[in-house]
T-cell receptor
Framework: KNQVEQSPQSLIILEGKNCTLQ??????????LRWYKQDTGRGPVSLTI?????NTKSNGRYTATLDADTKQSSLHITASQLSDSASYIC?????????????FGQGTELSVKP | DGGITQSPKYLFRKEGQNVTLSCEQN?????MYWYRQDPGQGLRLIYY???????QKGDIAEGYSVSREKKESFPLTVTSAQKNPTAFYLC????????????????FGDGTRLSIL
């Protein structure tokens, strides 16, 4: 069964600290892995997209890693800010004949406190 | 600025009533999608459309219907057959790619929250 599992379910950190969110997946055939940020009451916004040949990709203070052998990904947030408080969603795309298919994780709820 | 507009932001449905959620995009994207988001769960695909006048069922299409008469618009109707419609509904779009989703991100609207009266 195609699944994406994220951990932790929720996380509270102090402003300025770093944190790492985890994503494990059992998805085949794998095309790429995406991280999205979703603010409360808003739609998700894409942070990074990585294919199986890429093992790291950065977007400002966000750095995603991918280990296609162990089927694990992580999202590292450096020097957190209050505006980083959001849900972070790991998404795996399947190779698909038409339209493509995405498997969504349940998200990690991050709260950054002053 | 280009983007996806969903309306209304909040919607209430009475028993036995059909309601329609609007999704409009000006990104010139061919592909459009409807997802349902429930607390503690990942997004689930309801319907998607790769091209005008064509659409396919997703994983949870029962109780929903869609149309794609224009490239810019992909409305979702939640019918009375959908017994548990309370959720956050998200519309997305992306460039159509032959052979799969490729590495193009999906752009999402800001959602419609549907509740039962």
């Amino acid at each position: 069964k195609n699944q994406v599992e994220q951990s932790p379910q929720s996380l509270i950190i102090l402003e300025g600290k770093n944190c790492t969110l985890q994503c494990n997946y059992t998805v085949s055939p794998f095309s790429n892995l995406r991280w999205y940020k979703q603010d409360t009451g808003r739609g998700p916004v894409s942070l990074t997209i990585m294919t199986f040949s890429e093992n790291t990709k950065s977007n400002g203070r966000y750095t995603a890693t991918l280990d296609a052998d162990t089927k694990q990904s992580s999202l590292h947030i450096t020097a957190s800010q209050l505006s980083d408080s959001a849900s972070y969603i790991c998404v795996v795309a399947l190779i698909y004949n038409q339209g493509g298919k995405l498997i969504f994780g349940q998200g990690t709820e991050l709260s950054v406190k002053p | 600025d280009g983007g996806i507009t969903q309306s209304p932001k909040y919607l209430f449905r009475k028993e036995g009533q059909n309601v329609t959620l609007s999704c409009e995009q000006n990104l010139n994207h061919d592909a459009m999608y409807w997802y349902r988001q429930d607390p503690g769960q990942g997004l689930r695909l309801i319907y998607y459309s790769q091209i005008v006048n064509d659409f396919q069922k997703g994983d949870i299409a029962e109780g929903y219907s869609v149309s794609r008469e224009k490239k810019e618009s992909f409305p979702l109707t939640v019918t009375s057959a959908q017994k548990n419609p309370t959720a956050f509904y998200l519309c997305a779009s992306t460039t159509r790619l032959v052979g799969g989703l490729g590495v193009k991100p999906q752009h999402f609207g800001d959602g419609t929250r549907l509740s039962i009266l």
